[in-house]
């Protein structure tokens, strides 16, 4: 059974840098598409950046875009999320998922039953 764990959540200022890691146990992130989610309080569920099995299909959120970097280490069974740029509106518990399919994960942001998710890492930009 595939587990998630995500980490490198933290209070930054706003203009900061943080490095999101989720990290794959027990199944491999091979043939997975692997997407970054977040969930603000009070607002719903907005996907961030998502990633191909091969990692040459890469999507981000408009509001993301260009502060934000997704990549993979298959080798290290691990994704990465830099963000950079920080801003307030970007505190919200971040999540990681997985699963086969790019298309309903990384293009329509909605995660099958399948999905596998991570527990969330709490990011806080805040002066």
């Known amino acids: 059974q595939l587990q998630l764990v995500e980490s490198g959540g933290a209070l930054v200022q706003p203009g900061g840098s943080l490095r999101l890691s989720c990290k794959a146990s027990?199944?491999?992130?091979?043939?997975?598409?692997v997407g970054w989610f977040r969930q603000a309080p009070g607002k719903g569920r907005e996907g961030v950046s998502c990633?191909?099995?091969?990692?040459?299909?890469?999507n981000y959120a408009n509001s993301v875009k260009g502060r934000f970097t997704i990549s993979r280490d298959n080798s290290k069974n691990t994704v990465y999320l830099q963000m950079t740029d920080l801003k307030p509106d970007d505190t919200a518990i971040y999540y990681c998922?997985?699963?086969?399919?790019?298309?309903?994960?990384?293009?329509?942001?909605?995660?099958?039953?399948?999905?596998?998710w991570g527990q969330g890492t709490q990011v806080t930009v805040s002066a």
């Open positions: 027990g199944l491999t992130l091979d043939g997975l598409a």
């Open positions: 998922a997985a699963e086969i399919s790019y298309q309903y994960l990384c293009v329509n942001w909605s995660p099958t039953t399948r999905a596998s």
């Open positions: 990633i191909s099995t091969s990692g040459y299909s890469i």
